[in-house]
């Protein structure tokens, strides 16, 4: 049941699920009209992507689970997200600093999945990363445009990325499930995304004339193999009440 | 209240290579962004492969009180239309 | 409905202008935004539609409330979808409002501060994850009674934006009682919830149709100018008489001991509605009116910067592109 396969899925998964479920706490509250309309959009990928991800693991794990007993039925200790989904939304500033360093992020790792030995696998990708494209270009945009609009969004800009910067750090260190995917050649080594993505966030917050946090510092990881933040088990605890409330019955 | 986004008229070309329609409008703070908006709330259902946003203002139109004079003289020229011509029913390809 | 009681002015006597605008309205012709209106029919239209526009707009979050507890990433998805749904409904419509010379943070503002009207409806609590069903069955069901005519309604921006929203809408009420459905099909706990659910939402949906016509004091005026095609009770009676054999059919009691078939009227008798309790939702004292609010305030408060922020970048790119020219 633990293959690395499934532990890899998993990972993807809950990624895209837990992410998905911070920004479903907008919906009805954002800052516009448009903008509440495109945030849902994104949500609703990732919710998607989480699906397909967590359907995949099921089958994996082939002891009757489906992607709702994966979302619902596990425990903190047993979610495989990084730490940087999970943080909370904060401002709107904090939403979208988190979301363009992830998307930064996840449309490298879905390209690398592109060319991944397993069909599966490559197949959500490539559904993936059309999707998590835009929302980068989206993401992206609105830093580029906030960090140079006024005084005080480049300062809530800039204080949101200062904020989540540290999270950054965990989206690229290897472990041994990572290994045994580069072996398998299902995945990719994490740590050969980081200069890429520097390069590209670098790119972007220069143009926002934001500043790049300096290097070290706080380096916070575990989320991957299921040490997480205080946060994650409330998120997990609202999400998950029905299904624990009323044990096997069907929605 | 002070720095309200502009409102922008959005125009979308469906799948059948139909001309792009008007579908609406929205608020975009410029026009790439309208373009951007325009996607994530008039394309939710596949509605189209293409965009075009234009700025409310910038757009003339005809006036109303002017309906007389500049459309109902199209009114009386019937031989623009193909109806106006009867053709022989065994003549083909006409 | 999503438009309440919506006042149309005061009546004087229709001078030339005003006589053949009612006759173009009676031959079926529409009305566009350039052409000549009565100042009461504008009026009232922007009264009528913004109410529309910020009952889709609160009514986001009764239902927004269950997003974060869908139980199921199915329901999740399509509850999310639906939401969002709801916020492009209240954008369609702000936009034909728009077309009335108003602008759309006037709408807002008016909005935030109780000025302007929305549906009672929303001001009712979610409480349990079958009002989410509950809502889309009965909520939404009654909406798209009153919006399918509204499609034919006199201003064509409002009747386009009728149209979009309908095409959209009209999956909604299946949504809600397919969500119903499987709740009365599972667990004893799962079907009194639903039950729970209808016995809270029966009535405040009859509310929503407004007053009973004799106290319908606008409806003639919005009848005649065709923005209103059929009475309060009209619907409220086809409400009933259409919803009280899909209750049957979930098993489910109509919460209302009047309630029975009238052969010779070819209807369901109902019961007395509660007026006071409609009228004490629509003066700002239901369960939830301060709480809707407040959520639309704060969002709208907290998200100035970022609109500021946004058209600030819009103009200095401008003023960039005018230096680099130069």
């Known amino acids: ?251 | 209240m002070k720095n309200q986004w502009p409102l922008w008229e959005v125009f979308i070309r469906s799948q059948h290579g139909l001309a792009h329609r008007h579908v609406g409008s929205l608020h975009a703070p410029d026009a790439t962004m309208a373009v951007n908006n325009a996607r994530d709330v008039y394309t939710r259902r596949n509605e189209g492969v293409s965009i075009w946003v234009v700025k409310s203002i910038d757009i003339t139109a005809s006036h109303p009180d002017d309906k007389a004079e500049l459309f109902d003289p199209a009114q009386a020229k019937v031989y623009r239309h193909p109806t106006f011509f009867p053709m022989p029913e065994e003549v083909k390809g006409l | ?326």
């Open chain 1, 1 to 251: 049941m633990s293959s690395a396969r499934y532990e890899y899925l998993l990972r993807l998964g809950d990624n895209a699920l837990i992410l998905s479920q911070r920004l479903g706490e907008w919906c009805g509250k954002g800052p516009a009209l448009e903008e509440d309309m495109a945030l849902t959009n994104n949500a609703l990928d990732l919710l998607g992507q989480a699906r397909l991800w967590l359907s995949l693991a099921a089958e994996e794990a082939g002891d009757g689970a489906d992607e709702d007993t994966l979302a619902y039925l596990r425990d903190d200790r047993e979610f495989r997200n990084v730490l940087l989904v999970e943080q909370p939304n904060g401002s709107y500033a904090d939403t979208l600093a988190r979301q363009f360093l992830f998307d930064a992020w996840s449309s490298l790792v879905l390209r690398r999945l592109l060319a991944s030995s397993d069909p599966a696998i490559a197949a959500i990708a490539e559904k993936a990363v059309k999707e998590v494209s835009y929302h980068l270009r989206r993401s992206s945009d609105l830093v580029v445009r906030l960090g140079d609009g006024t005084a005080l969004s480049h300062a809530m800009l800039q204080g949101a990325i200062d904020k989540v910067w540290p999270y950054h750090h965990e989206l690229f260190i290897g472990d041994a499930i990572d290994a045994e995917m580069v072996a398998s050649g299902i995945g990719f080594d994490p740590e050969h995304l980081k200069d890429e993505w520097l390069a590209y966030v670098r790119e972007v917050l220069n143009e926002a004339t934001l500043k790049v946090p300096a290097a070290g510092g706080w380096m916070p990881k575990g989320g991957k193999q299921g040490l997480h933040s205080e946060h994650l088990s409330k998120l997990l605890a609202e999400m998950q009440t029905l299904q624990r409330s009323h044990p096997g019955a069907s929605w």
């Open chain 3, 1 to 326: 409905m999503y438009a309440q009681m919506v006042d149309t002015g005061s009546p004087s006597s229709m001078d030339e202008r005003e006589t053949r605008f009612q006759q173009r309205i009676d031959d079926g012709i529409r009305v566009e935004p350039q052409d000549w209106m009565p100042e009461r029919y504008r009026k009232t239209l922007i009264r009528q539609i913004s109410q529309h526009a910020h009952s889709e707009i609160v009514g986001q979050l009764p239902e927004g409330n269950w997003i974060t507890r869908a139980p199921s990433l199915k329901r999740k998805a399509i509850l999310l979808a639906k939401v969002q749904d709801e916020a492009g409904h209240g954008l369609y419509l702000y936009s034909a409002a728009e077309t009335l010379g108003i602008t759309r943070d006037q709408m807002v503002d008016d909005l935030h501060t109780g000025r302007a009207k929305y549906s009672s409806i929303f001001n009712y609590p979610t409480l349990t994850w079958a009002d989410v069903g509950a809502i889309g069955w009965l909520v939404d069901g009654a909406a798209i009674m009153n919006q399918i005519p509204l499609c034919r309604c006199s201003y064509g921006p409002y009747a386009r934006a009728m149209i979009r929203v309908c095409k959209e809408e009209a999956f909604h009420m299946r949504q809600g009682y397919d969500l119903m459905l499987s709740l009365c099909k599972g667990t004893p706990a799962q079907k009194a919830m639903a039950q729970d659910a209808l016995n809270r939402w029966w009535w405040p949906s009859l509310m929503m149709f407004g007053p009973p016509d004799g106290d319908s004091v606008h409806s003639a005026q919005s009848q005649a100018w065709k923005i209103k095609l059929f009475t309060n009770d009209e619907l409220r009676q086809k409400m009933v008489d259409q919803t009280v054999p899909q209750a049957e059919y979930l098993g489910l009691t109509v919460p209302d001991a009047d309630l029975k078939w009238n052969a010779e009227r070819g209807h369901y008798d109902y019961g007395d509605i509660d007026w006071e309790e409609f009228y004490n939702v629509v003066k700002g004292n239901g369960p939830c009116n301060r709480e809707r609010l407040e959520v639309r305030n704060k969002a709208w408060t907290d998200g100035e910067w970022f609109r500021d922020a946004l058209v600030a970048h819009a103009d200095k790119q401008a003023q960039r592109a005018i230096a680099q020219a130069a």
